[in-house]
Nanobody
Framework: QLQASGGGLVQAGGSLRLSCAAS????????MGWFRQAPGKEREFVAA????????YYADSVKGRFTISRDNAKNTVYLQMNSLKPEDTAVYYC???????????????WGKGTLVTVSS
């Protein structure tokens, strides 16, 4: 089970840190990802991190502004979001992939989303 938190309302240029807490003792075995879905748009990939945390991958739209990290001792993955823009407004979800693809259709597990609203 995955539970995302940390969303809220922030002004453009501000920062937020999202957390995704996972239940289960095998959290450290799984790659983890963040996705988002803006109103009227399809869900899109944001960032991913390997099971050990040593490899990260970002969508071009967030590269240099967002940082994904994890704490396997706490069964938690984080998304630090800096220099936020109004176009970052979306519901953010954490997910576990079923294989090597990071398309939304390839995710095995989804957490409940957390809403991020960036005002201009």
């Amino acid at each position: 089970q995955l539970q995302a938190s940390g969303g809220g309302l922030v002004q453009a240029g501000g920062s937020l840190r999202l957390s995704c807490a996972a239940s289960g003792r095998t959290f450290s075995l799984y790659n983890m990802g963040w996705f988002r879905q803006a109103p009227g748009k399809e869900r899109e990939f944001v960032a991913a991190i390997s099971s050990s945390g040593g490899i990260t991958y970002y969508a071009d739209s967030v590269k240099g502004r967002f940082t994904i990290s994890r704490d396997n001792a706490k069964n938690t993955v984080y998304l630090q979001m800096n220099s936020l823009k109004p176009e970052d407004t979306a519901v953010y979800y954490c997910a576990v992939p079923g294989g090597s693809s990071w398309s939304p259709e390839s995710m095995d597990y989804w957490g409940k989303g957390t809403l991020v609203t960036v005002s201009s």
